[in-house]
């Protein structure tokens, strides 16, 4: 296999397991999973907002999950650990199975959405957009969008930075879809320049040592020295 095929082959594997385990834990506020292989096996970190219930009942799920992910995915000794989710209105999993039990709950859409937008937003996310497709108003399936901030879709900053989920959920017109993009406050961008106020470049010189290009410690003492000789002149 070639290196190309084997990086194809392990995103689509880590694609297909972060799938399953949305389904599976979709009732424990599953929010995304990393993974990493050691020298004893592949590593599982299952971010949850609720590392109770992944966990279970003295680990009951938690070894189910084990066995299941074992035989489904042909992983070799997969390691299991549980994290809480810091920050919860930045994470795409977390929205979006927010939005999926407004709507099950009867709430329009839109609304969800906008409240939705508004808390992702006051956790200082640079941008968000909020994607919701089906039979919303009509027989005829549509989709609708709504964007805040700034959100990048091509280029290295949306490779690095930009957290997506994609959502499923059964309502009474149909299957309706949810996609969720969040771009995280932390986020870096190559083409932005910062500029530093006057004061901090002048306490990092005097910290360093440096000196102002065009005034050596010598210029100045000459400086004096021609002063005092056209005054004695």
């Not at 050691?38 to 189910?64: A, D, F, H």
Request: charged residues 25%.
């Amino acid at each position: 296999m070639s290196t190309l095929d084997h990086f194809v082959s392990e995103s689509i594997k880590k694609a297909e397991i972060d799938e399953y385990l949305s389904k599976r834990l979709q009732n424990a506020g599953y929010a995304g999973v990393e993974i990493a292989k050691t020298p004893l096996g592949v590593r599982l970190s299952i971010l949850s907002t609720k590392p109770g219930l992944v966990i279970g009942r003295g680990g009951e799920v938690i070894r189910e999950l084990s066995k299941e992910i074992q035989e489904r995915f042909n992983l070799p000794s997969p390691q299991i650990s549980v994290a809480d989710v810091p920050l919860p209105e930045l994470n795409p999993h977390i929205i979006a199975s927010q939005i999926a039990s407004a709507l099950q709950r009867g709430i329009h859409f839109r609304r969800a959405a906008f409240w939705a937008l508004e808390r992702i937003m006051k956790a200082g996310a640079l941008g968000a957009e909020i994607t919701i497709r089906g039979k919303l108003r009509t027989n005829r399936a549509r989709h609708e969008k709504f964007v805040e901030g700034y959100l990048p879709k091509v280029g290295d900053p949306a490779m690095k930075y930009l957290r997506t989920a994609v959502l499923s959920v059964q309502l009474k017109p149909g299957l309706w879809g949810i996609k969720v993009r969040i771009l995280p406050p932390e986020a870096v961008f190559p083409d932005k320049i910062v500029f530093k106020p006057q004061a901090q470049a002048q306490e990092k010189q005097e910290a360093t040592g440096e000196v102002p290009i065009g005034r050596g410690p010598g210029k100045a003492e000459e400086s004096e020295e021609v002063k005092g000789k056209g005054e004695k002149a």
